[in-house]
């Protein structure tokens, strides 16, 4: 390694704000020496240094320049077509049993992936710049914020780790100069973006994270799956807490009533839309803010959970998105957001299916190519995403800085299902919720590379995301269960659900406020509700319908338990504990067997 200080390249007093903190120093100096950079770039987040590095990735296309009048100050990046969501087949949870990486994760050894990973970063920023990205994942004096500092070679994360965490000196001033202070060290290169030199590494055992061959979000971003998630959750079992793939929304009456709930839906299954969700008319006075749309870390205070929203933006799903399903994510990306894998129009603005109004005559596709409304193919990529800063959200709870967090009242999870799952139900407890969210399972979606519409078992929607032993992961929230003097209410939510001719039968989006009010009339103990075997399910009166144009035999097969249907889900319940190979703790057991009994089987 040459110099670490940059030369001609950037301009004086940008990119060299350096951390005080000699393990940071060391470590940097470490991986400059393998990767043997050009130049080394020390992110400060400044203003300066962001319209710096908007120059260079204009100039380097790395992104295209949008029209300024109509998107101000947004951009689209456009990513290898081979490179367009998370590629769960080569993430690795590197602990040094394989045993303590359980059955849920792809498991490698430490050892023997730090050295094929090194081999892999011998020399590969040679001619380029090496970035040194602080950043802060939390508010400031919250218990719970981490930090995190990413290097790479991409400009892109870069630009997007800016709006999506508190990026810089923010960072470097609440680590300090303490040696032994714990922070994530994460190495990002984009080698040469081929899927055969991909790999997203995890060592949580060294608060370690190594992703290489991508360049897209979920993979590189290492601040979100990766720190807030995978490393997250292994800490959070070590240390009581909870960190968990979920949204966090405020949900305030018009008589000042004020209730947080989280919510965890896999990949692409509406936790964004949720989280900003508008009422209809008929719910006049009522308010929903969101806390965060991706990610909730929870502890316990006062025998109560509360949540904080780690991030500082949104890295959102685009198609779908439109002034009458979510007007607040349109005012969200109507500035300041950086666009990947939409489509272009002529006149330099951005498009996407399921956007308001006709397609455009002519459109540049997400892949380059011109697209017109005959293509068959699709403009823009179905996992084509948005970055954007929660404070472009007009919907933005005012306790989003809270250090404390908000006191969570309910948890729903929730899943993509044509079939089998009601609208809406109620777990008789904590222990029987912890059953809902192990066993719960969805249609695969395009935010994962693979097949897409297959039914999977995802439980907590942390599947991809759990960076432990999915059986010490269900003993976890068990034990936090034991904890909690005040727990949340736990449900259970299917905005999916078909009716033979294929159509969704509930309306979505703002409607769902329907079902948020029966979970916090449940919260507040006025709720009603029938017992049924599954859990408490509303009956069609106990959900407020007025206004809505819906019929009765859409809501009577929305709340509706077919035997038989469930007869099949419990035993897929069965045969998925099963698959874990005897880590699932004997209370989850023991719920199962009794689910069983009441269906006959
Ligand atoms: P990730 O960012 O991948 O974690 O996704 P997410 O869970 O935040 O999902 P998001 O809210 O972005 O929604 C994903 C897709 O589902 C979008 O195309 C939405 O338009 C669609 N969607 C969201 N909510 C609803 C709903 O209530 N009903 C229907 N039918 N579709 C919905
Ligand atoms: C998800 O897939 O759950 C996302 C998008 O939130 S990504 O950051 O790509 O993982
Ligand atoms: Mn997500």
New binding site residues.
């Given amino acids: 390694m040459k110099n670490l200080a940059p030369a001609i390249f950037p301009p004086k007093g940008i990119g060299d704000v350096r951390p005080a903190n000699k393990a940071v120093l060391d470590w940097v100096h470490e991986i400059a020496t393998l990767t043997q950079p050009e130049n080394v770039f020390w992110c400060d987040g400044s203003e300066r240094e962001h319209e710096f590095l908007i120059a260079e990735s204009l100039n380097q296309n790395v992104l295209v320049e949008l029209n300024q009048k109509k998107v101000p100050r947004s951009y689209l990046h456009r990513s290898n077509p081979n490179d367009v969501a998370r590629v769960e087949q080569f993430t690795f949870v590197c602990t040094p049993t394989k045993q303590e990486a359980g059955p849920t994760n792809n498991w490698s050894d430490p050892t023997e992936t730090y050295a094929k990973l090194r081999g892999l970063l011998a020399g590969c920023m040679r001619g380029r710049t090496m970035f040194v990205i602080p950043y802060m994942m939390g508010p400031a004096d919250s218990p719970l914020t981490k930090i995190g500092f990413e290097i790479t070679d991409s400009k892109y994360v870069v630009l997007s780790l800016r709006i999506m965490t508190r990026m810089g000196e923010i960072a470097l001033k609440q680590l300090g100069n303490d040696p032994s202070a714990e922070w994530n060290r994460g190495v990002h290169s984009l080698l040469d973006v081929n899927p055969e030199r991909r790999f997203i590494c995890h060592f949580p055992q060294d608060n370690t994270i190594i992703s290489v061959g991508s360049g897209y979000g979920g993979n590189v971003l290492l601040s979100k799956k990766c720190l807030a998630l995978r490393i997250g959750s292994y800490l959070a079992r070590k240390q009581n807490w909870m960190a968990e793939h979920m949204l966090i929304l405020g949900v305030e009456s018009p008589d000042g009533r004020k209730h947080y709930v989280a919510a965890a839906?896999p990949?692409?299954?509406?936790?964004?839309?949720?989280a900003m969700l508008i009422p209809p008319e008929h719910f006049k006075g009522w308010k929903v803010t969101t806390v965060g749309?991706?990610i909730a870390w929870m502890r316990i205070r006062d025998g109560r959970l509360y949540a904080v929203n780690p991030e500082n933006g949104y890295?959102?799903?685009v198609?779908?998105?439109s002034n009458k399903?979510n007007p607040n994510a349109m005012r969200s990306i109507a500035h300041d957001t950086i666009y990947t894998n939409v489509a272009l129009t002529d006149d330099g603005n951005v498009w996407w299916e399921?956007k308001d109004g006709e397609p455009p005559a002519h459109l540049i596709d997400w892949r380059r190519n011109d697209w017109t409304p005959q293509s068959q193919e699709k403009a823009a990529h179905p996992n084509s995403r948005f970055t954007t800063p929660m404070r472009n959200n007009p919907a933005l709870d005012p306790d989003v800085e809270k250090g404390e967090g908000v006191p969570i009242s309910a948890i729903i999870f929730g899943g993509r299902r044509s079939d089998t799952v009601p609208l809406v139900y109620q777990a008789f407890d904590w222990n029987h919720g912890v059953y809902l969210g192990a066993t719960m399972a969805s249609e695969t979606t395009a935010?994962a590379t693979g097949a897409v519409g297959r039914v999977r078992r995802d439980p907590m929607a942390m599947l991809p995301f759990c960076g432990y032993n999915i059986g010490d992961y269900f003993q976890h929230w068990l034990d936090i269960g034991k904890q909690l003097t005040n727990p949340p209410l736990i449900f259970n939510v299917n905005?999916?659900r078909k009716s033979a001719d294929g159509k969704?039968l509930w309306p979505?989006?703002g409607e769902?406020m329907r079902v948020l009010k029966w979970m916090i009339d449940r919260c507040e103990g006025s709720g009603g509700a029938l017992k049924s075997p599954i859990g408490w399910l509303p009956s069609p009166h106990d959900l407020d319908l007025a206004e809505l144009d819906i019929d009765h035999n859409a809501v009577d097969e929305l709340l509706c338990i077919d035997h038989e249907e469930w007869q099949k889900e419990i035993a897929a319940h069965k045969e998925f504990f099963d698959s874990l190979g005897g880590v699932v703790p004997e209370e989850l057991q023991e719920r199962r067997e009794q689910l069983a009994a009441e269906f006959d089987l």
Avoid: I, L, Q, R
Wanted: overall charge negative; some cysteine.
């Fill in positions: 839906f990949s692409a299954c509406g936790k964004t839309n949720f749309d991706d890295f959102g799903v198609p779908g998105t399903s399921g935010a905005w999916f969704f979505g989006f769902n």
